[in-house]
Each structure stands twice: as C-alpha cells, then as structure tokens.
C-alpha cells in the first residue's frame, strides 16, 4: 500500500508537540542528572586526548565519523547563549586538526529540542555530510538540515526535506560502504505521531529520493532513531517507542533504498523503567549487530549490551554493573575479530562529577580468546566530561570523541587507539628431556618457535616468554623470560619431573604493543 504524507502541522503546533516531551531527549541542560564510577586510568595505548573545538562556548554532543583511512570527521553544538547554538565542525583529513567551523547557526531558538547534529563521511575520504533539524519558517515547519565539507571548505546548510510535507526531526544518518550513497532516517511527525521516515542521495548523480515512512511503524510512535551501515552494505536501525516507559527496538536492511525491505522489528530491551533511553547500534562484518541502551531494570541506572551472533540474539549483558547511574552509552566494534568498545558517561562522585567510562572485549588471552576488560575511567576529570562516541576503521583502529571541561567551560576532546598490527611468533615446539645430576634428576624444557613473517624487524622489540602450570586458566600466567628479537630458544631448567607446564609467546613491537600469545603444553 502506498505511503501517504498527511497535511502539515504549523511551527507553532509542532513546537508544543515538542514539549509535550516531557523529557527533551539528549538535552545539554540535563547533564548534572546524568553520571560516572571507577578510578582506573585509561591504558597509554590511547592517544593523548586532544581539544578539537576550543571556542569560548560550552561544546557538547560530539558525534563522529570516520573514512577509510581513519581521517575523523566530528560535528557538535556550541551553546552561544540561551537556547542560541552553533552547528560546529572539525576535521583532520587534511592531516592535521584544523580551526573549528561553524557550520551553521540555529535559526528556531525558542526551545532547546532542535539542533542534534549527526555526521556521515564518504569511505574514500575528503567529503562528510552534517544533518540536524530546526525551524523552517518558510514553510512554518520544523525540517532537516544538512551542510557538507568537502576538500577543506563547507557549504552552505540546506534545507533537504522540503518534500515532506510534516514536521521532521532527529535525524541519523550514514553512507553505504558498497554503494556511497548517503542515507538519513528521521522522526516524521504525522497523524498518528511520530514515525519513522527515510531519504537517500544517490551517489553518481547527487539527487535525494523523495520521502517515504519505513514499514516499521506499526507500534506506535517511535523516536531517536539511530542508525549504522556494515561492510556489506546492510543497514541497521535501532529506536524506541514509549507507552509507559521506553522501549528500545532494532531492524536490518541489506536493500536500504527500498522503504519496505526492513526485517520485522524485534523488542531489543524490556521495558526500561525511563522515560527515554539512547539506543545506539554497531554492526561487524557478518553484518551481526550490537545495540547498547541504558535501563534502570536492576533498580539502578545500568548500560546493557544486547547483541547477535550468526545472526541469533543473544540474551542482553550489564555492561556498567556499577553503583551509581551509568547513561548515554556508545558502542563499536572491530568488523573482523569482533573486539567491542563501549562507553558512557557515570556519576564518579554523587552529587559531585561525572566521568567517561570504558569497557572492551579484546583479545587479552592466548590464542585469541577474548575477554571483558574491567571498567575503567577514561577521561578521569576534576570537571565534568560526558557523551562519548565511538567508532572504528574497517582496519580496526579505535576512535572516541567525548566533552571535558578545560578551563571555565567544555570543550570536545578526540583520541584513537590504533590497532595492534604486530603478530605472535611462528612454529612454537616444545621438547622435553630429564638431566641426571648426582642423586637427582631435573627435567629441562625447550622452546623454540620462527619469527612471524608478518612482523618487520624495524619496529620488533622483544619476545616475551610466560609460563603456568598445566591445567590453570589463563590469566594464571607469569612472565618467564624476556629474548632479544634475534633470539628463537630458550631452556626452562630445574624443573621437577611431575608437574607439567604449559607456555606461551608473544612479540612486542617498539611502541610496547603486544600480540596475542601462542600457547604450547607438556604432553602426556
């Protein structure tokens, strides 16, 4: 059945429909009831956090993107005063951080619920498009926007919903990596409520497609929609619809142009508890989804994880698990070893701060096996620092943008973590032989393993030997030794004969970057 737009509703009466919200979703002015809670220190293989914006405003809501080649394009709102805000921009494709831009000033500044800027960036670098949603008044409307950097220079914001003849607001959006088209996914305010709309602009000729409603909206109004695209070129989607409370939902499509090919939606979360919640969605390269939302189900405010694997849902995971209210999560993924990355921001101290916490799910054990990290503060700040968001290379390194106070007012801060490209030794042996010394006997181990061909001896450092006792965990193991990189044996002497062991290597780069370890064991 065709999809029909109904007539619109005045600026006026789509403002009072905007704050009937009783909650104004990702409103600035609500941080002090938001978060933080461990004092840990983020890893050195973080860069040191740089200030992107610096401007003598108050910047908040980073959102991120990344090309290819791991250039960050990064969109936030300066609050000039009032509800008076800058749609800023920043960039590093040229090689190095620049000047921040304002991309354009709000025009509707009577209420605080418009602005919102998303970004998307063009996979081959040098282009990224910003899109939010303010007043119209040409047409009386609230509509989105959009202003696009490309090669050094912005142009000017336009208005690109001016076919849809309704209110629209709080847009996603995101580009196909097969495609490059560049897809936006908003909150259409019809008959019924709020639902959920869809644009695209093909890439070859640069033209939007008309406005269409997505064959999602059949449990009733449906907000916040948020919005990734996998190396196949599947869309994701997650959202929420509330009744009492909300309620956060996902969907895919591996044919996005086409409004009708959304799989049907699935109940990601129980009934949160909250008036909104955040959902936001990752994807890998199996085109598995991961969606991150904060309920306060547990009688506290928690960050949960819900994810699929082979594309089966997984029962939801407590991220946060920690004492005091965790919200406003991110996530990433690696698109190939699944790492998992996500943040959010936590009340540290009641009453007092909040922080930047993290949790991954990395390769820290042999062989490749992964494990949950514990939470660790991040941005550790005397001041207050708040809404993360991540996002990775299809090479796997890591990117997070989030706001810190530097000085009498927040600025937005950028960091990366490159992926470790460093591999563990080749042909890892063991052979096991009994020495007979006078009245007693000791049994010696022998290692010897290749370098990885995959390393390059310029940036090689060390090998690192670890040893346990054979049949504990993992974590159990001690470091033994430390060879030179021209070094590929090493004997394990005055051993006893009736416990055996179990070893393992690994290679250190001249940056202290690890790889995982191969492991070896006595055999029977």
């Known amino acids: 059945m065709k999809k ?29 009831k938001r978060i933080s809670a461990a004092s840990k220190i983020a890893g050195t293989s973080w860069s040191t956090p740089v200030n992107i914006s610096n401007t003598v405003f108050d910047s908040e809501s980073p959102v991120l993107s990344l090309d290819d080649n791991g250039k960050a394009y990064v969109t936030w709102v300066d609050w000039t005063g ?34 919102f800027p998303t970004i998307a960036a063009s996979p081959s670098g040098g282009s990224a498009t910003v899109a939010y949603h303010d007043g119209d008044f040409s047409r009386y409307l609230m509509s989105i926007f959009a202003f696009e950097y490309n090669n050094g220079s912005l142009g000017p914001s336009r208005v690109i919903t001016t076919d849809a003849p309704v209110s629209c607001s709080y847009v996603t959006a995101a580009v196909s990596p097969t495609t490059k088209n560049l897809f936006v996914i908003f909150m259409g305010d019809v008959e019924e409520g709020f639902k959920l709309a869809f644009k695209y602009q093909d890439a070859n000729t640069k033209q939007w497609s008309g406005p269409a409603l997505l064959s999602l909206n059949e449990y009733g109004s449906n907000y916040l929609p948020q919005m990734c695209i996998d190396a196949k070129g599947t869309a994701h989607l997650v959202w929420i619809t509330r009744s009492n409370t909300a309620v956060v939902w996902y969907s895919k499509n591996s044919t996005p142009t086409n409004p009708d090919t959304w799989t049907a939606p699935v109940q990601i979360s129980p009934t949160t508890g909250l008036d909104w919640t955040y959902p936001r969605v990752a994807a890998d390269a199996d085109s598995d989804a991961y969606v991150v939302w904060h309920d306060v189900t547990t009688g506290n405010s928690e960050v949960f994880l819900r994810k699929t694997v082979n594309g089966q849902w997984q029962p939801s995971e407590n991220i946060s698990q920690t004492p005091l209210l965790s919200e406003t999560a991110t996530v990433a993924v690696h698109g190939t070893t699944k790492e998992i990355y996500i943040a959010w921001h936590e009340r540290v101290i009641e009453g007092v701060n909040w922080d930047v916490l993290m949790r991954t799910y990395e390769e820290e054990s042999p062989n490749g096996q992964k494990k949950w990290s514990n939470v660790v503060n991040f941005s550790n700040s005397p001041g207050y620092s708040g809404e993360p968001c991540f996002r990775t290379t299809p090479s796997g390194d ?72 054979a049949g504990e965990d993992d974590n159990q193991f001690q470091l033994l030794a430390t060879l030179t990189t021209s070094t590929f044996k090493y004997e394990d002497k005055h051993l006893s004969l009736t416990q055996k062991y179990s070893y393992g290597v690994s290679t250190v780069d001249k940056g202290g970057n690890e790889s995982v370890k191969i492991v070896v064991s006595e055999t029977n």
């Open 82 to 115: 009032g509800y008076s805000r800058n749609m800023m921009f920043n960039t590093n494709a040229t090689g190095s951080w620049g000047t921040a831009k304002n991309g354009a000033p709000l025009i509707y500044t009577a209420i605080d619920d418009v602005g």
């Open 4 to 32: 029909r737009w109904i007539l619109f509703l005045t600026l006026a009466s789509a403002c009072l429909l905007m704050l009937s919200m009783t909650v104004n979703p990702q409103s600035s002015r609500r941080l002090d």
């Open 398 to 469: 890591v990117h997070l943008v989030y706001f810190d106070t530097v000085g009498n007012n927040r600025e937005i801060m950028y960091t990366f973590k490159e992926e470790i490209k460093v591999y563990p030794p080749t042909n890892l042996s063991l052979a096991t032989a009994t020495n007979k010394i006078l009245f007693y006997s000791e049994k010696v181990n022998t290692l010897t393993f290749s370098k990885n061909s995959q390393n390059q001896d310029d940036y090689l450092d060390r090998y690192k030997i670890y040893r346990k006792k």
